[in-house]
């Protein structure tokens, strides 16, 4: 079993900047792990996702050249760094994790956590 714990969000100014972090608990060697989001009224959005090696990045195309998903294995940790941020980036942010493979959508996470809210103010 995974737990994971998000954590990093909070109330921001259009423009600025925010980085999530994620503990993972668990035996998470090999997972993929990554970041969805959901606004009120709207579905899952996949946002991003990191191979166990880090050597595969897969970002959604409504995020890239402003989120940066990164990993630290050895602390258990994966963080969204998150710039520019738009008022339409207001959601809900989770960390999941997939075992042995990279999520590339949003329901291709078997654990995630319960999420940490961002709302960007324009």
């Known amino acids: 079993q995974v737990q994971l714990v998000e954590s990093g969000g909070g109330l921001v100014q259009a423009g600025g900047s925010l980085r999530l972090s994620c503990a993972a608990s668990?035996?998470?060697?090999?997972?993929?792990m990554g970041w969805f989001r959901q606004a009120p009224g709207k579905e899952r959005e996949f946002v991003a996702a990191?191979?166990?090696?880090?050597?595969?990045?897969y970002y959604s195309d409504s995020v890239k050249g402003r989120f940066t998903i990164s990993r630290d294995n050895a602390k258990n940790m994966v963080y969204l760094l998150i710039n520019n941020l738009k008022p339409e980036d207001t959601a809900v942010y989770y960390c999941?994790?997939?075992?042995?493979?990279?999520?590339?959508?949003?329901?291709?996470?078997?654990?995630w956590g319960q999420g940490t809210q961002v709302t960007v103010s324009s």
């Open positions: 999941g994790a997939r075992r042995s493979a990279l999520p590339t959508t949003a329901r291709e996470f078997d654990y």
């Open positions: 668990g035996r998470t060697s090999g997972y993929g």
């Open positions: 990191i191979s166990w090696s880090a050597y595969s990045i």
